[in-house]
């Protein structure tokens, strides 16, 4: 029997190694105005925002294994937990905003780099070892928490959620010298 996995493990490895290279040539170029320029459509600065790009990969290593627990329980469970976390999208935004803004003093230029090849190549690691049949396992999410998070996710999505995360903050980096 052939089976088939609801994802592109291929294509998942290869978004994810050219964000390594993206993330890393923003590091490299990014001078110290540059990371302190404001970012287009967000309160964040560029460093800011760059943490925040590399803390979606981040989240996604915690969520992989909360939706290993959530799998394991009644839908109903997960679905009333995500309704709850949807209740409480307003304070979860501005947490989200102010753990940006504090993660990027730890996690600034010179770190996040270590960090970001760290957390993509554990990801590598986690998704070949995933089966079909757990990627194809899923859980409730909190719709309002993101645009990209939808009701039901599988773990499948969740492996190409970091990178249309990603990709989406990185139109609102303003560095360069076309910035200045």
Partial sequence: MDERSPLDRQAVHAELE????????????????????????TRWTNEQLLFHMLF??????????????????????GRRFARLLDVVARPFHVINYVSSVLGSLYYNHRRM?????????????????????SLSSGMHYPPRWDPF?????????LYVY?????DFHRAQLTLGPAHG
């Avoid at 998070?149 to 999505?157: E, G, L, P, S, V």
């Fill in 18 to 41: 050219r964000v390594q290279v993206d993330f890393r040539r923003f590091l490299a170029e990014a001078s110290a105005a540059d990371l302190r320029r404001p970012t287009a459509g």
């Fill in 56 to 77: 979606g990969y981040m989240l996604i290593r915690v969520l992989l294994r909360l939706l290993g627990l959530f799998a394991r329980l009644p839908r109903a469970v």
């Fill in 149 to 157: 998070f939808h009701d039901w996710m599988t773990r499948a999505d």
């Fill in 162 to 166: 970091p990178t249309q995360h990603y």
């Fill in 113 to 133: 780099g270590a960090k970001m090849d760290h957390t993509l190549a554990a990801l590598h690691r986690r998704l070949d070892r995933e089966s079909t049949a």
